[in-house]
């Protein structure tokens, strides 16, 4: 669902506004000392300590007994599947998530579940959805094991599920004997947009994973969490899959910079979002879903534009958006200032009058 990144036409000048994606925030110049300055070891030996601070502090915030380093939120969702699964058992999640639509179809050619895809509006289902999705055991029926939520959902508009509805979910979850897991990529936006903590807002999943590489600016790396036991399983995963490291405090330590730097700023992306919207409803023909977080999906069929069209043309204006689910997606980040959202607005305004 995820379309090529674009390239911007030959002669383009360079993108000056990048709404694209909160995964192509450059490293800070401090972030960047903060890892000139990190202490390192061999972290696939067990002797990295910036690693164990980063994955000790992790821990702790989501309120699990231990955390793993790993190189993406890809591969801790591949592990996770791979940790809690078996071949042949099957995952409930949304119709649009990313382990469904943005994983290359890996659950099919590695871990060997299948999904059922749950619907309901941005991304998220009821209890009732999920009771819907629960099969009768039978030795016909795929044995279902783990039941599986994005916070925020992204394609469901970065979508904040609410915590008593995942508290709701997490209790059908234990009465059918299924593991829970969250797709935590943008959970810290969710929790600054709701002041939620992430202990509070995890506390019923087994396991749960941050994105380092999203709003909070840092170059590479995620971190799952769980119990002790679950996250000595996803070692071995790891190392299968080879996403073992070496001297990985380097990541590590742009990794806590982020943690205490970039999770209350969070707020300025949403509340940047929020103008973005604002500024695109006034626009005739677009429609705008009022964000929770910091993604702005907006249509155009009301202006007779292709949203192809558009993107290109917006690239012309030194402006990046990306095209996912057949809407226009806008991503607020620590790259998009107050002042450059008014320029966008113009822009796209411009565009669609070309
Ligand atoms: C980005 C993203 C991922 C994957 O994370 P990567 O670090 O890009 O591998 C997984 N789930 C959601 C909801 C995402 O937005």
């Not at 955390?67 to 591949?78: D, E, K, Q, R």
């Not at 030194?318 to 320029?343: F, K, N, Q, Y």
Request: charged residues 20%; proline residues 5%.
């Amino acid at each position: 669902m995820v379309h090529a990144p674009p390239r911007a036409p030959a002669g383009a000048p360079p993108v000056r506004i990048n709404l694209y994606s909160d995964t192509q925030t450059r490293p800070t110049p401090a972030m960047k000392a903060a890892m000139m300055e990190a202490a390192v070891g061999d972290e696939q030996h067990g002797d990295d300590p910036t690693v164990h601070e980063l994955c000790d502090r992790m821990a702790a915030l989501m309120g699990k007994e231990a955390a793993v380093f790993l190189p993406s939120g890809t591969m801790c969702n591949v592990i996770a599947i791979l940790t809690h699964c078996g071949k042949g058992d099957e995952v409930l999640a949304h119709e649009t998530s990313h382990i469904l639509h943005s994983e290359g179809g890996t659950h099919a050619a590695l871990t060997g579940v299948q999904i059922m895809p749950l619907r309901g509006p941005r991304g998220m289902f009821s209890v009732d959805e999920l009771r819907a999705g629960i099969r009768q055991r039978s030795r016909y029926a795929p044995p279902q094991r783990l039941l599986e939520v994005e916070q925020t959902a992204n394609i469901g508009g970065g979508a904040v599920w609410p915590l008593a509805t995942l508290n709701e979910l997490v209790a059908v979850a234990r009465e059918q004997g299924w593991a829970t897991h969250m797709d935590g990529a943008r959970l810290m936006n969710a929790c600054v947009a709701s002041a939620i903590g992430p202990a509070e807002m995890t506390a019923g999943f087994d396991s749960v994973w941050l994105d380092f590489t999203k709003g909070l600016g840092a170059p590479l790396g995620a971190v799952l969490c769980g119990s002790a036991e679950f996250i000595g399983q996803a070692w071995r995963w790891k190392q299968r899959l080879g996403g073992s490291m070496r001297q990985a405090g380097i990541c590590a330590a742009a990794c806590l910079y982020s943690l205490d730097h970039h999770v209350e700023r969070l707020a300025e992306d949403h509340a940047n979002a929020r103008a973005l919207a604002r500024g695109l409803a006034q626009i005739e023909g677009v429609v705008v879903e009022e964000p929770d977080t910091n993604l702005v999906f907006f249509d155009i069929a009301g202006t007779g534009v292709a949203a192809e069209a558009l993107q290109s043309r917006l690239l012309e204006r030194g402006v990046a958006v990306s095209l996912l689910g057949g809407r226009v997606r806008a991503c607020t980040h620590l790259d998009v200032t107050a002042a450059m959202i008014p320029e966008a607005v113009a822009a796209v305004r411009e565009a669609l009058a070309a």
